[in-house]
């Protein structure tokens, strides 16, 4: 029996054993997850029949209703994409019914700044009459995932919801994740559920017309997970620096793909998809991500965050014996080379009392699952482990070191 299973078994036994003043029964049971991960292009084409089949293939026999909420910003590089969906949904008309144009809501992180925004999603969701057997669609970024993910995880305690991740970064790690959320209290991610959709289709297609600034962004998470689970993969992304830093389509499919499939691995095997121990073994470094998001005021994209959480708790794995010298500067040199800029101001951005605020992030990543502190560093790479500590000396001296060698 696997150790946590086993102080659970212990934990119940101890309550059962001292429920002295009164009768205990445990209540349990276990609810599978399962959900389709598509690849595909051009999604919409009628003869595509990705999203037919995930309308259709637990009752074949009806018309779906589907209610459509698109990203903003997607609308303005695709304007066309309302006809698009129009148009699949007339050809397939016997099986499919949009009860109402694509809604188009705020981009980015404007849609998980105000929660005005999730009720007037729940609205529409209630004024069309959309029940737990027809589907919420959300097309667009990670952000706007994720607040639509919460508007369909909360209406009727939970609808269909089918994600179509149109960024890097939402294809290859939020898309096919069970997290939503939106930011509160000056906290990202405070008000949220875990809920897995019902599916996740990646239109490759959607990468075309990303900014140069959303490709370079969303390969953050491929870094990151190829440096704490998977050596090859981050070989892979060295040998291929030169294709993904000009976007070449091959490399970029692959790497969106991998990363994809990493982000699956650890959610359906790591043994704690809901995150109720202290470890979020996805999130190196995050924390420090997470607070640079906030003190920049969201000018920094996550991706672009995470790739300076990442090069300093790679130095800090460094300075604390974890990693050899040089593995700090090699990682520095790959998320160059793919764009990113690994310094910012906000990394020396201090409080009233003189402390660096990004600080502030291992209080807050810590709150926000409970238990002890767990932050994950490397003792190689391609490997990731946890600690429970973090010196803020080292941590300064990290930044420091990431300042001196932004020339
Ligand atoms: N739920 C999770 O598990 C999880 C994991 C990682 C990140 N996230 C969240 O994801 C968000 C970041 O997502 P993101 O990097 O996709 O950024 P984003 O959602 O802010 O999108 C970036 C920009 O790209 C535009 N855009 C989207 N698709 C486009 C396309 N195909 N062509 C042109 N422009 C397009 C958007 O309008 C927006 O302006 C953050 O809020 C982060 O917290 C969630
Ligand atoms: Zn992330």
Not at 65 to 73: C, E, K, M, W
Not at 197 to 215: C, E, G, H, T
Not at 217 to 226: L, S
Request: with cysteine; hydrophobic share 40%; net charge negative.
């Amino acid at each position: 029996m696997p150790e946590k299973d086993q102080q659970k078994e212990a934990g119940v036994a101890a309550i059962s054993a001292a429920s002295t003043n009164g009768t205990v029964s445990w209540q349990r049971f276990s609810v599978p997850f399962e959900y389709p991960v598509y690849f595909t292009d051009h999604l919409f084409a009628p003869e595509n029949k990705v999203l037919l089949q995930t309308l259709t293939h637990l009752e074949s026999d009806k018309r779906h209703r589907v209610i459509v909420f698109v990203d903003s910003g997607l609308l303005e590089v695709r304007p066309q994409l309302p006809t698009e969906i129009q148009g699949y949904i007339n050809y397939h008309s016997d099986s499919i019914e949009l009860v109402t144009p694509p809604i188009a809501m705020p981009a980015g992180e404007k849609i998980k700044a105000e929660l005005h925004f999730i009720e007037q999603m729940q609205k529409a969701i209630a004024d069309y009459h959309i029940d737990r057997h027809s589907y919420v669609i959300a097309i667009g970024g990670g952000a706007l995932l994720d607040a639509v993910g919460l508007a369909a995880a909360t209406s009727h305690r939970g609808i269909r919801h089918i994600r179509i991740p149109t960024t890097v970064l939402s294809q290859n790690d939020s898309g096919v994740g069970v997290k939503n959320g939106v930011n509160l209290f000056g906290q990202k991610n405070y008000t949220g559920t875990f809920a897995p959709p019902f599916a996740v289709l990646n239109d490759y297609d959607y990468i075309r017309s990303l900014s140069q600034r959303d490709k370079i962004a969303g390969m953050a998470e491929a870094v990151k997970v190829a440096l704490i689970r998977d050596t090859e993969f981050y070989e892979w992304l060295e040998q291929n620096a030169d294709n993904l830093a000009i976007f070449d389509e091959n490399a970029m499919q692959y790497m969106i793909k991998r990363c994809a499939e990493l982000h699956m691995q650890q959610i359906a095997h790591g043994g704690d998809p809901f995150e109720s121990g202290s470890a979020r073994p996805l999130d190196y470094g995050h924390w420090a991500a997470h607070k640079l998001e906030t003190i920049t005021r969201y000018h920094l994209r996550h991706g672009e965050a995470v790739a300076i959480g990442l090069a300093l708790d790679t130095r800090y794995s460094v300075l604390c014996g974890l990693l050899p010298e040089g593995a700090d500067e090699r990682v520095c040199f790959l998320l160059e080379h793919l764009g990113f800029k690994l310094w910012h101001a906000a990394l020396e951005s201090t409080t009233t009392d003189g402390q660096l605020e990004v600080l502030k992030g291992l209080t807050e990543f810590r709150e926000h699952l409970g238990g002890a502190l767990t932050i994950t560093l490397l003792d190689a790479l391609g490997r990731g482990i946890e600690v429970h500590k973090m010196d803020d000396t080292l941590v300064a001296q990290s930044i420091e070191w990431l300042k001196l060698r932004r020339s």
